[in-house]
């Protein structure tokens, strides 16, 4: 094993969607950058275990539901045949196909990527233990740390065993069992469920806590609860798994309810799905200044700077929300500050979108937090049963609200459930940051039919009827 030592201007611990988003505008800033990840090219959790691979595979999923709700129409299709190594190789080769583009961008962008593991030494030192089973010991002005997070462990309830996955097994398809449990009723949970379960296995969803997707809307998660409930076996909430043993042809659990009660039940697979944890364990961290709190992530400023003056920080390492969107914006901002600019994450809001059937999203305040911190707020709810876009393709069971501030008439924030919602939660989030208010939304003519007239009409209801939707006007 041979060590050399190199020097560099810029140092990107981590290369996901925060981290090369870092290297990518420091490069383009005129900065010398290194960017150092374990995997062959930038791309990271979102691209190679999380955000794409799932994506692909629910659009599966959703092609497959959408065959089948043709029969309202009269158009009915043989059951699909599910050829799964195909369906494998498929989903790899999506991955394969952006991540390779990104390592072409890294290479016009001259960034020097080292394929490796790295570790702070001190606070401008890294040693990177290359896969070549080299080590480089990299001197470097400022560093970016931005190694992202992995799924969170419960070692009482994950003997080892190929049969208990985690989110990144269950994406790498190994097989459609026929019996699923899933740990779990959060989004990463429910989107895996889904894609199991429209392929075909029997799925059974376990939740310590009273509802699908805790945190969320209730008007929200109502309508995905409903059809969950009807593409899943089972699914149990306020309830808990209390022990596993994995078996050579199964796995066996003891799931108890509300009241105590306790039942057994056996399943081919199991999917743990509690959440995810910052990676900043075993990196070196505590050869440096900077701080990581209780919960294990990175404390930063809004310029992303640690206690350290050397290192700064993006990403899921520094907190929720654990997104990849936000975390690109962050490893923009922590560019620009190392460059010497004056810039900083003033976001007025982060969206988020649950890629369910139908999907979730939402955007600046929602109601649930309106009600704990006393915000008086005006809500404008356009039920999709009124939308024509969303009755041709028979999918009504939509819901757009708007969230508005009762004195200035702002936009405060916007939730939607039904198909294509992550796609039009974006207009909520532009509105937001540039300060609209309903009227604004209101007077903005949308092209009908389009789901996107329910956003235009969530806001006249904010304060009387919308042409779809009677409700009569408030008094003066």
């Known amino acids: 094993m041979a060590e050399t030592i190199a020097h560099t201007h810029l140092a990107v611990l981590g290369a996901g969607p925060a981290g090369y988003a870092a290297a990518f505008r420091a490069a383009d800033l005129g900065l010398e950058v290194t960017l150092i990840d374990l995997d062959p090219n930038p791309g990271g959790t979102c691209l190679y275990r999380g955000c794409i691979p799932s994506k692909a595979l629910l659009h599966v999923a959703r092609a497959i539901t959408e065959a089948r709700e043709l029969e309202h129409f009269g158009v009915t299709y043989a059951a699909p045949r599910i050829d799964v190594a195909r369906l494998r190789e498929a989903t790899r080769g999506v991955v394969s196909q952006m991540t390779g583009g990104l390592g072409q961008l890294s290479k016009a962008r001259k960034v020097t990527y080292l394929q490796g593991r790295g570790s702070f030494l001190d606070s401008t030192t890294l040693r990177v233990h ?61 989107e895996l469920a889904t894609v199991y379960a429209t392929l075909g296995s029997r799925v059974t969803v376990v939740e310590m806590t009273p509802t699908l997707l805790p945190g969320a809307d209730r008007d929200l998660v109502r309508p995905l609860a409903k059809r969950m409930e009807a593409l899943c076996e089972a699914i149990h909430l306020s309830m808990k798994v209390a022990s596993v043993e994995a078996k050579s042809d199964s796995v066996h659990v003891e799931i108890i309810d509300a009241s105590g009660g306790r039942s057994e039940h056996d399943f081919d697979r199991m999917l743990v799905s ?21 919960q294990g992530f990175v404390e930063a400023d809004k310029s992303l700077r640690t206690a350290d003056p050397s290192i700064l920080a993006v990403g899921d390492v520094i907190g929720q929300p654990m997104l990849a969107h936000k975390g690109t914006r962050e490893g923009i901002v922590a560019a620009e500050v190392a460059a010497g600019l004056r810039s900083a994450f003033d976001a007025q809001c982060i969206p988020a979108v649950v890629y369910t059937d139908p999907e979730i999203a939402w ?31 028979h999918r009504s069971d939509g819901l757009t609200k708007l969230l508005v501030d009762p004195a200035t008439d702002r936009i ?25 208010t309903a009227a604004d939304l209101a007077l903005t003519i949308h092209p009908h039919p389009t789901l996107s007239e329910t956003l235009m009409e969530a806001g006249e209801l904010v304060h009387g009827p919308s042409t779809h939707v009677y409700r009569p006007k408030k008094k003066a």
């Open 274 to 294: 509690v959440g995810r944890k910052p990676n900043t364990s075993g990196i070196g961290l505590d050869n440096t200044k900077v701080v990581v709190n209780a």
């Open 130 to 190: 290359k896969t070549d089973g080299n080590t480089l010991e990299l001197h470097y002005k400022t560093c970016i740390l931005a190694t992202g997070s992995r799924p969170a462990i419960i070692p009482d309830l994950m003997p080892e065993s190929p049969r208990v996955m985690t989110s990144t097994d269950a994406l790498e398809l190994p097989d459609i069992p026929a019996r699923l449990l899933v740990i779990g009723g959060g989004y990463i949970g429910l």
């Open 412 to 436: 405060l924030g916007m939730g939607i459930v039904g198909v294509g919602a992550g796609e039009l939660i974006a207009e909520g989030a532009l509105a937001i940051e540039m300060g609209a």
């Open 363 to 393: 955007v600046g305040l929602t109601e649930t937090e309106a009600a704990a911190k006393s915000i008086a707020i005006e809500v404008g709810r356009f039920p999709w049963a009124a939308s024509g876009r969303a009755t041709t393709v």
